[in-house]
C-alpha cells in the first residue's frame, strides 16, 4: 500500500456540487497539507494542518475547506465547485523537522 | 508571499545531453529541495541539501546549495527518456511560512531519444 493515499484518483463534477476529496497515510507523520497544481504555475498551498487540533489557510483557500478526521486522515472539500477549480490536487505529509514531504498520487478533479 | 523564480519553464533535449536548471529567491533560504513529478504521479524528492555551498549528487543528478543561499541548482547529466517529468525546487527561508515548503513552478524536461 501506498504511505499516502488520494481517492479518488480521478472525478468529473458538474459546476455547484460539492465534492470531497480524501488523504490518508501511513507514514505516522504530524503535519499534512493540500496542493493545487495547473500548468505553469507550480504547486499552491491550500490549507496545512500540524495536527488534529490545528488547521491553517494556505495561499489559496478560498472557495476550499478542510477537515482533520484524525492524524492519519484529511479531507478536502469544495462546497461548491466551479470550472476553474478544474486541477491536480495532492496531499502530503511531513514530520515537524523533517525537510521533505511525502506526497500522494494525486486526484485529477474536472468541473464541468 | 515569497516566491521561487525558477528557470527554464521548459527543456526539449536529445537523449545523452546534459541538463541544467536553476532556482533563486529574494530571501536567504535554509534549505533547498528538488523533487521530480513522473506524469500521473506526485513528486518525489530527489536532493535535499543543507549549507551553503554544498554539493550532493545522486547518480546522474548533482544539486548545489548557493552560496548566496538565494539560489540552487540541480543538474542532470547524459540524460536518458525515464528522465521525462516536472522538476519542482523547494525550500524554507529564515524567519518564515511557518516552516512549510515553498516551491517552484517547475521545469518541464522532455528527452527525445
Known amino acids: 500500500d501506498a504511505d499516502v493515499t488520494q481517492t479518488p484518483r480521478n472525478r468529473i463534477t458538474k459546476t455547484g456540487k460539492r465534492i470531497m476529496l480524501e488523504c490518508s497515510q501511513t507514514?505516522?507523520?504530524?503535519?499534512m497539507y493540500w496542493y493545487r497544481q495547473d500548468p505553469g504555475l507550480g504547486l499552491r498551498l491550500i490549507y496545512y494542518s500540524f495536527d488534529v487540533k490545528d488547521i491553517n489557510k494556505g495561499e489559496i483557500s478560498d472557495g476550499y475547506s478542510v477537515s482533520r478526521q484524525a492524524q492519519a486522515k484529511f479531507s478536502l472539500s469544495l462546497e461548491s465547485a466551479i470550472p476553474n477549480q478544474t486541477a491536480l490536487y495532492f496531499c502530503?505529509?511531513?514530520?515537524?523537522?523533517?525537510?521533505?514531504?511525502?506526497f500522494g498520487s494525486g486526484t485529477r478533479l474536472t468541473v464541468v | 508571499g515569497q516566491q521561487l523564480n525558477q528557470s527554464p519553464q521548459s527543456m526539449f533535449i536529445q537523449e545523452g545531453e546534459d541538463v541544467s536548471m536553476n532556482c533563486t529567491s529574494s530571501?536567504?533560504?535554509?534549505?533547498w529541495l528538488w523533487y521530480k513529478q513522473d506524469p500521473g504521479e506526485g513528486p518525489v524528492l530527489l536532493i535535499a541539501l543543507y549549507k551553503a555551498g554544498e554539493l550532493t549528487s545522486n547518480g546522474r543528478l548533482t544539486a548545489q546549495f548557493g552560496i548566496t543561499r538565494k539560489d540552487s541548482f540541480l543538474n542532470i547529466s547524459a540524460s536518458i527518456p525515464s528522465d521525462v517529468g516536472i522538476y519542482f525546487c523547494a525550500g524554507r527561508y529564515y524567519g518564515g511560512s511557518q516552516g512549510n515548503l515553498i516551491f517552484g513552478k517547475g521545469t518541464k524536461l522532455s528527452v527525445k531519444p
Open positions: 502530503a505529509t511531513s514530520e515537524p523537522n523533517s525537510n521533505g514531504y511525502t
Open positions: 507514514k505516522g507523520h504530524d503535519r
Open positions: 530571501s536567504i533560504f535554509n534549505t
